[in-house]
């Protein structure tokens, strides 16, 4: 957007990283006149959106990997963690409950012994969000207890229930509580937050 503006100094530009859910929300009430979401418009939001303006575009723009995140300070400088969709699946449902599990040790010997007896508060967006599409998408493929319990969509029902409305909060509570965990997409973290490994 700099290097657009700087050479367009009569257009101005504003981002704000609400969430996909409501920048699609505020486009339909022509609030914004573009927005960016891991998930397409529905044919019906899309026919809306035509019969609101005429003509409307949606542009594939690049294929985005969601990272699993996690403030552990016991951990700082010692290789990501490994999480299996199975433990994954676990933390989320709430059978896992301590980054010091058995499970979680398994699959972490060489720092099996650093993981605090620190309870996993998992940061779920309580708004509509792509990234949520995405990730509970993947949990459905991967977990039929999912699938059947929480499902996938851009809202769910979380089994647990620390949440915060909005990227940009969710970074922000993840940052300052140590043994959080938080789905972003890939590239997208801050100093501190380390990112485990799945496969």
Partial sequence: MQVFTSTNTDIKI???????????????NGLTIFGCSDV???TEQLNQAKNKYGTVYQVPYLLGGIAIVYNVPELKDKQPLNLTPEVLVDILLGKINYWDDPKIKE?????????P???IY?????????TT??????????SSEWKTKVGSG?????PLDSMGRGTRCTRKYRSCKHGSANTVLHGIRRTGIYEAHTN
Avoid: C, M
Avoid at 18 to 27: D, H, I, K, L, P
Avoid at 122 to 130: A, E, K, N, Q, V
Avoid at 133 to 142: E, G, N, P, Q, R
Avoid at 154 to 158: A, D, I, L, P, R
């Fill in 40 to 42: 397409p418009l529905t």
């Fill in 154 to 158: 851009k809202t769910v029902q979380w």
């Fill in 117 to 119: 007896h620190k309870e």
């Fill in 14 to 28: 504003e981002y704000s990283d609400v969430g996909s859910g409501q920048g699609v929300s505020e486009f339909h």
């Fill in 133 to 142: 599409a995405v990730f509970t998408s993947y949990l459905s493929f991967v």
């Fill in 107 to 115: 699959l972490n010997p060489e720092v099996a012994n650093l993981l």
């Fill in 122 to 130: 998992f940061i779920h967006r309580s708004d509509g969000s792509g």
